[in-house]
């Protein structure tokens, strides 16, 4: 008999698995917890349970947990892993510590079919989705990181690692259950964001499910000619579409809205490109423009503005009634910045 996962399995089914053996109910409440809050990695650190039990549990389930790979530290206190799958595959997470926050990136799956140009992550195969047990075990563990690292917990998650999390949709939003359930890591909803490169009937979808956290569009260009040139998603997904699945995830949750832009010299950096910005905003009830630093892959030839350059971008937005951020990449030194996931090594 084929052993299953026993995390796939919800409270009221491990209920009926241990009075089917003739055990007590209330077991499954222990076993659940030793899953979930306590974060076990196997059935023998579940020591509230009988030697027998432990054994028994062993013969008809499998306990699957990533394991850290290897670690990299940051200059500037981003910490960056590498996670190893049971079966073998290898997916990144990056813990990005402030003075005020404490952040996860977290991945959604082992490589992306979507091959963004600029993204290192999109030059890797998709070999597969992350189940959502393995979605929250990055999140365990890069906690874990926090409090040894900084005495702090996490602040707040984003799906912004390697994947396109909307492609992995159930697996995405069972994990983001998981992580904000009281008999999980119980962090608010509000707390973590979804960034998306754009597919627009699941942003729709999540507007259906009515869910409470926050979403981030990966726009990066504000005309469907530049923005296919390097988000081929675009050319199924265009900027029209996108706004219009925007405004219905806005309408049926008021979830908050937020517009990512990374600047590339000679690209996407010009006034008039920022104007075009502006037209995209005021069709979204965005509530920020993240202004993204660039930062350089191997595949990629693109470069960064220089600072005058993104300083006017950045002052036609807010003259325009933008509300415009300029967010400088951490981790770079250690490939952890965003768009340079790429699985390269680390040291142990």
Known sequence: MEQKNIRQLSLPELEAYFIEIGDKKFRAKQVYEWIWQKHAHSFDDMTNLSKQLRTQLGEHFTLPALGVDATQFSNDGTIKSRFKTVDGHLVEGVLIPTDERKTACVSSQVGCSLSCKFCATGYMDRKRNLHYDEIYDQVVMINEQSERSFGKKLS??????????????????????????????????????????????????????????????SLHAANDKKRNEIMPINESNNIKALVEALNYFYKKTGSEITLEYILFQNFNDSIEDAEELVKVFRQIPADLVNLIEYNTIDAFQFTKPDEDTVQAFMNHLEKRGVNARLRRSRGKDIDAACGQLANKAGQD
Do not use: H
């Not at 909307?166 to 998981?178: D, G, M, S």
């Open 156 to 217: 707040n998650i984003v799906f912004m690692g390697m994947g396109e999390p909307l492609l992995n949709y159930n697996n995405v939003l069972k994990a983001i259950e998981r992580i904000s359930a009281e008999d999980g890591l119980g962090m608010s909803p509000r707390r973590i964001t979804v960034s998306t490169a754009g597919v627009a009937k699941m942003i729709k979808k999540l507007g259906d499910d009515e869910v409470r956290f926050k979403l981030a569009l």
